[in-house]
């Protein structure tokens, strides 16, 4: 479940920041504004989303539990 | 107060005393008066600064706010660097370092990202345009998603990540602030499948970094040195010697703050001359590329440069910025000679490392400044005049508070989380 939900948030980020990049303003020279304007509105912002969500995955990757019996409830435990 | 049931937490965690509420509070006279500065620019527009169009205007549209843009992404540098050294090469000595490091890299982009919006007229329109129509092209957009945006995640990640250790042990004494380890915490245990998991994490996340940020540095460069019309930008030295600089001021910010909390603090028996040594070492071969890099430029920018590159070198040199490159030049060369004296002596003392850090520092501001602003105003290509920047208060008054906002920021951080790891004092009773 760890694993999955962390390859999930991963896969995601990539996904979003591929499709930002690439739905962003085509790459090359500004000869009018069909090209300096993104192909889909906020574009930019799904990258930085992107970007941001595949640093997160590392969050998702220690903090899930393996399995079911593997509590996270409190910091009660003992180290 | 603390009650009696409370247990006095390490490092002075939660506690206050005379001295850090006046800390404190002269902290937040600064930081009020950078806000009264920006609400006078907020609301009287650029005019109040010095800040000027290009040419006919005779200005600089990127002034004092743009240098300490670069500035602050430049210190950013060290908290990863520290990470990498610690996790990749195995130099668990400098781990009492490690967290200051990071959290000094936080606190300068929030810092970095403050001073761009200082610098924008509309800020807001800013923020909501470059996510509507940011081209991936533009070294800005670069700057903009992997420094403020990727490196900011990665690097909150990776403290919070590092800390729940700390927190977790923490949260096992009754204190005001247990409830905050507690979710800080969320449930760690610290069992040997945790720690295997933290150490595979840090590992992946410093791999992924570093290269990122080594090209954050660079775009940085490149908003610079990609920009036609202007001379003094476009050397291919601008990347690399960003990335450079980077590290000098990053390492330099480090020694100050790291003595700063020692002797705050009272960690004489933690942090030691052993890692001020590391850093004075790391420190030296930096400042040595550093120079190197500034006498290839000059060299270059007077022995059959085109003029307006050898324009702008004379404004360095001899001209109006003489007074603050040969200052520059100064401070860096007084730190490395200070810094290579120890490491051929192999005798090392505090001092000398900590004025080196604080010099280099001040060089690193002076660097930014002179990167930023001759070319605007002696660089141009078009046949204008030659223009003329000089900051204003309310510029000054900004910053000011921009810094005392980042010293504030850590002194309150390290006021509720522990400055360095907890675990390890404990082993060591």
């Known amino acids: 479940m760890r694993r999955a939900l962390f390859l999930l948030t991963l896969l995601t980020g990539l996904i979003l920041a591929f499709l930002g990049f690439f739905l962003a303003a085509p790459v090359g020279p500004t000869s009018g504004p069909q090209i300096s304007s993104p192909r889909v509105q906020f574009a930019p912002g799904i990258f930085v989303i992107g970007v941001a969500l595949m640093f997160a995955s590392a969050v998702v990757y220690e903090l899930v539990p393996n399995g079911r019996g593997d509590s996270r409830s409190s910091g009660k435990g003992r180290p | 107060m603390a009650t009696k049931s409370e247990t006095r937490l390490p490092y002075d965690l939660g506690r206050g005393g005379a001295g850090f509420f006046l800390l404190v509070l002269g902290l937040l006279v600064l930081v009020a008066l950078g806000v009264v500065a920006y609400a006078r620019q907020w609301a009287e527009g650029d005019v109040v600064t010095g800040l000027r169009d290009l040419g006919t205007m005779g200005g600089a549209p990127w002034g004092l706010y743009v240098a300490f843009v670069v500035h602050f992404v430049g210190v950013s540098f060290v908290g990863y660097t520290v990470a990498a050294l ?149 050397g291919a ?86 007074w603050l490159f040969w200052l520059t030049v100064g401070m860096l060369v007084v730190s490395f000679l200070l810094l290579l004296i120890q490491f051929l002596r192999r005798r090392y003392s505090l001092w000398p490392i900590v004025l080196s850090g604080a010099l280099v520092s001040l060089a690193g501001i002076g660097k930014r400044y002179l990167i930023v602003v001759p070319s605007q105003t002696h660089g141009r290509l078009l046949p204008y005049l030659t223009g003329f920047y000089s900051p204003t208060w309310v510029e000054y008054s900004v910053v000011v508070g921009l810094l005392a906002l980042g010293a504030l920021a850590l002194v309150l951080f390290f006021r509720v989380f522990p400055i360095m790891e907890v675990a390890t004092r404990e082993q060591r009773r």
């Open chain 2, 237 to 322: 030295l601008q990347a690399p010697g960003f990335v450079v600089m980077a590290g000098v001021s990053g390492m330099g910010h480090l020694i100050v703050v790291a003595f700063t909390a020692r002797k705050l603090l009272g960690l004489q028996d933690r942090i030691t001359l052993r890692q001020f040594s590391w850093l004075g070492n790391v420190l030296l071969v930096l400042v040595a590329a550093y120079l190197y890099f500034i006498v290839v430029e000059v060299l270059t920018g007077i022995y059959q440069a085109h003029h307006h590159e050898a324009r702008v070198t004379r404004a360095l040199l001899v001209g109006d910025y003489a």
């Open chain 2, 86 to 234: 610690i996790g990749l090469f195995n130099l668990d000595h400098l781990r009492p370092i490690a967290r200051m490091a990071l959290a000094l890299t936080v606190v300068s982009l929030a810092l970095g990202a403050l001073s761009v919006l200082a610098d924008l007229g509309q800020p807001l329109r800013g923020i909501v345009n470059l996510f509507l129509y940011a081209r991936p092209q533009s070294p800005l957009f670069g700057t903009f998603s992997t420094v403020l945006v990727g490196y900011m995640v990665a690097s909150l990640v990776f403290l919070y990540l590092d800390g729940r250790r700390d927190a977790a042990l923490l949260a096992r004494a009754p204190s005001r602030l247990r409830g905050f380890y507690r979710l800080w915490a969320a449930g760690y245990r610290d069992t040997p499948e945790e720690q295997d998991r933290h150490r595979r994490t840090t590992f992946w996340l410093i791999l992924a970094v570093i290269p990122i940020l080594v090209v954050a540095i660079s775009t940085e460069g490149f908003v610079f040195g990609l920009q036609s019309g202007a001379a003094g930008w476009g």
